[in-house]
Structures are given as C-alpha cells and as structure tokens.
C-alpha cells in the first residue's frame, strides 16, 4: 500500500503540471486586454499599459510567466488582482462557503440517492421503482437554473419557508435548498447508479454464500451487498466533488451566495487571469485528491482488492 501509495503520489506531478499549464494558457488566450478598462471611459495611455504588463509578468513569455507563477504558488504567494486586492483573502472568504454548498449537495446525494437506490434495488420491478426512475429522470431532463427557481419562487416567496436568497454567514441550514439544487442531478445518477449495482449483486455468488450460511438478512445486506454495491457510486461521488466545487455557478447566482462559483463568474468577465487560474488550480487539486481518496476506499470496501 505504501508503495502504491507513493507511485500514485508521484503521478499527481505531471498531471498536475499538464493540467494546470493547459488552464494558465486557455485563460490568457481569452481575447481582449485586461488592462483596458481600467482608466474609465478614458483610452489607458500606452506607457500604463506597458508598466502593467512588466509589473505582471505579461510581456514575458508564457513558459516564463507559467513556471514563475507556479512558483509563487508552491510558496504561497497567490499573488494579487490587477486592481490590488489579495487573490489569497478573496479566495479565503469565498471557498469555504462553496465547500459547505458542496458537502450539503454531497450528503443530499448520500442519504436520498443511496437509499432511494438500495430499496428500489433490493424490491426490484414495482410502483416504489417505477416512482424513483420517473422521479430520477425528472430531475436529470430538468437544468438547475430552473429547480432552483421553482424552489426559491415556491418555497422562498410563495410559502416563506425559507429565504429567497442566501445570508453572508451561508449558515448549513440556509445552504439546504441550494445543496438540494447543486446535487438534484447527481443525486438522480446516484440512484440509478445504486439501484443497478444492487439489483446486479443480490444474485451474485458472495450474496448466495452468505444467505446459505444462515447469516442474518441485515448482515447480507450491510457488510456483503452494499460494500460490493458501493464501488461504482463512490467513483462517481469522488469525481462529482470537484463537479459541485467548481460548477456552482448557476446554483450561487439563484441564491445570492458568495462562493467560489460567482468569483470565477465574475473574474473571467473582468479578465483577472491570475485569480481564475489560481482557482480552476485548486480545483484541479481537488480533484486529485479525491481521485487518491477513491483508490484507496477500494481496497476497503472489496477485500479482493489489494495493492501491492
């Protein structure tokens, strides 16, 4: 496992280099001058524009610009915007709000999903499946900009059950709508996906052993079906993390929440490369990260996986 371990550590480093690269250059190849707007109504003069690319790095070339940014960043040193502010505090005040949105969504996905796919699964063909698949397909077909209008319109206006919009605090209590809405659609695939694992492993040999020697029901199900059942649904889960954290756009302009959704929003409109790429670069972390995690879950769900 440690072996295992420190490979799969040591592959994070070009793909981290490859990805985030590919990002820094995509962002700068957006058309248009960052610096343009930046004196009013007024064209910039050309000597402001020239000390802003020197000052930024920009007049260098982009491996240059690349391998000093990813420099500062392993350091610490997120840098600023082009107007002066910390990309470090901006990032700071916004990414803990998204992670709470995120593990809402996540937890939604986990209790709905998973148990709505483990009754349908074990019953098989009936009204209870039949009522899960419409409801799932229902949700999928539906984009979230309008789930979460017809849930802040009736919940928020019409019965005031909650607010229509998200406080600052973005308290868990209040995020309960919005994660509702960020992970409707994964939470339709986690079902589906649980409730075809299930169905696939309750007539499988390990289930048939376990039934044969007399174990209890709630023992076939827990330990045997569901770990072997959990597989597929946990690598969607892991990869969907990074989903949730970085596709939170629609769902945090709906609610009024200051996440990390609206910070990308607004700064690819106002062309702040640096803070975009620092962002998408955590994001890209995230996703390793969860990816490892992952790996790992596998070898303790499914005794037959090993790493050697």
Not at 113 to 134: E, H, Q, Y
Request: aromatic fraction near 10%; charge should be neutral; proline fraction near 4%.
């Amino acid at each position: 496992m440690g072996r295992y371990l420190l490979r799969r550590l040591l592959q994070f480093v070009p793909v981290f280099v490859g990805t985030t690269f590919l990002v820094y250059v995509l962002v700068w190849a957006i058309p248009g001058d960052p610096f343009a707007g930046m004196c009013g109504e007024r064209e910039c003069p050309a000597a402001f524009i020239a000390g802003m690319n020197e000052k930024f790095g920009l007049d260098q070339s982009v491996f240059v610009q690349y391998f000093g940014y990813l420099g500062r960043l392993v350091t610490g040193d997120f840098g600023e915007t082009f107007n002066g502010l910390s990309i470090g505090d901006q990032i700071g005040d916004a990414y803990p709000v998204t992670v709470r949105l995120a593990l809402v969504a996540v937890a939604i996905q986990i209790v709905i999903g998973g148990i709505a796919g483990v009754l349908t699964g074990l019953k098989g063909r009936g009204f209870l499946d039949n009522l899960v698949l419409v409801a799932t397909l229902f949700l999928i077909s539906l984009p979230v900009f309008v789930t979460g209008s017809i849930l802040q319109i009736v919940l928020g206006v019409e019965w005031g059950i909650i607010d229509p919009t998200v406080s600052s605090d973005a308290t868990f209590g209040e995020l309960i709508v919005p994660g509702f809405v960020l992970g409707s659609v994964s939470m339709a695939y986690v079902t589906r996906l649980t409730r075809t694992s299930v169905t696939e492993n309750r007539h499988a040999d390990f289930v048939r052993t376990a039934v044969a020697k007399g174990q209890p029901q709630r023992r076939v199900v827990g330990v045997h079906l569901l770990r072997n059942s959990a597989i597929p649904v946990i690598t969607f889960l892991g990869t969907d993390i990074g989903n949730l954290m970085g596709g939170a756009v629609v769902t945090e302009g709906v609610f009024n929440i200051n996440g990390i959704g609206g910070l990308i929003f607004r700064n690819v409109a106002e062309k702040e490369g640096f803070l975009v790429t620092t962002v998408v670069t955590l994001l890209v972390l995230v996703y390793l990260t969860m990816s490892l995690i992952v790996d790992l879950l596998y070898a303790v769900l499914d005794p037959r996986i090993r790493y050697d």
